[in-house]
């Protein structure tokens, strides 16, 4: 997923402004959902796994790579065959093509509008005081003004607070896979294609019930977000699926068995979703290099079984 974020003035240099900026992939959801942003270890990237996945339908040829959102420069340079891969590759797919976005001002108001509620509107009118008292708390914690969040809606407060968070780990929005692959595509005049639009996600984000429950399940996380980067990382670049699943989906269901209908929306409807366009794009191209999520690609109702039972053969690369 891909979509916003709101970066804060923090006197730990988090952001440069309070400005709404659109540059955070919409994969910064829950427990489950942050996991897959923190892989931030130190290593020689060339060395790693990764999760690329390659899916055969007669003389058809999708490469799926599960994408890490928010990275660092150690994750680089890629090991060659996912290289290889993309520059084979008739045209990259993207969840949503976030350059393109941010080359866009008309765009870009149309999601400040969609994220923000309208003057006269406050965060602390919509959701519990119990949960805006702990945000309060963590603003207090990391410096940043009350006023930056004041207006944003629940689900913007939760992907921003987890940006700031991840930023402040030493991870960067600009070093995500996905953007690595679009700053190339868009350089070289690649074909790029979407699987969905920032705005359909955002609308999307606008439409969880309950969304202040999240909002308190991130708050309530944040300080074990530490604690799970090495799990996550060391799952990502074996390219261990199983594990993968367990640390971003299974586990967050066993824990908070409510979590179901959120995870069916952002997960498996989406899913569903995208390994229909993915199969329409492979029939007007011969070769895709397709980034999503990592989460996407593992365990049931993934884009990856989900094209295995459309007739696509399925191997880990």
């Not at 730990?12 to 309070?18: A, C, Q, T």
């Not at 896979?177 to 969905?196: S, V």
């Not at 699926?241 to 959120?262: A, D, G, H, K, M």
Request: one cysteine or more; charged letters at 25%.
């Amino acid at each position: 997923m891909t979509g916003i974020c709101i970066k804060a003035r923090t006197k730990n240099s988090l952001g440069p402004s309070p400005n709404f900026i659109p540059s955070l992939p919409f994969h910064t959801f829950l427990h489950a959902i942050l996991l897959l942003l923190f892989l931030a270890n130190p290593a020689l990237a060339a060395n790693d796994r990764g999760l690329l996945l390659e899916a055969r339908n007669g003389d058809k040829t999708v490469y799926l790579l599960g994408s890490i959102h928010l990275a660092d420069q150690s994750f680089y340079p890629l090991r060659d065959t996912i290289e290889k891969a993309y520059r084979e590759s008739d045209a990259l797919v993207v969840e949503a093509d976030v350059l393109a976005m941010e080359s866009d001002p008309v765009l870009q108001q149309k999601v400040m509008l969609e994220s923000l509620y309208p003057p006269g509107q406050q965060l602390k009118d919509h959701i519990p005081p119990k949960v805006y008292t702990q945000l309060q708390e963590w603003l207090r914690k990391r410096q940043i003004p009350e006023a930056n969040f004041n207006r944003m809606r629940p689900a913007i407060a939760m992907i921003t607070l987890s940006l700031i968070e991840m930023q402040a780990r030493g991870l960067d929005p600009k070093a995500g896979i996905d953007r690595h692959f679009l700053n190339q595509a868009h350089k070289e005049g690649k074909t790029t294609l979407e699987l969905e639009s920032v705005m359909q996600q955002l609308r999307m984000l606008n439409s969880l019930e309950n969304p202040e429950l999240y909002l308190q399940q991130t708050l309530d996380q944040v300080s074990e977000m530490g604690t799970f980067v090495p799990r996550i990382t060391k799952a990502w670049k074996s390219g261990n699926q199983e594990t993968i699943y367990q640390l971003v989906i299974q586990e967050s269901l066993n824990e908070n068995p409510e979590f179901e209908p959120l995870l069916e929306l952002l997960f498996y409807q989406r899913n569903r979703e995208m390994a229909e366009k993915i199969r329409t794009l492979s029939d007007k191209h011969k070769k895709l290099f397709v980034v999503v999520g990592a989460g996407h690609l593992v365990g049931a109702q993934s884009i990856t079984e989900l094209l295995e039972k459309s007739g696509f053969s399925i191997e880990q690369i």
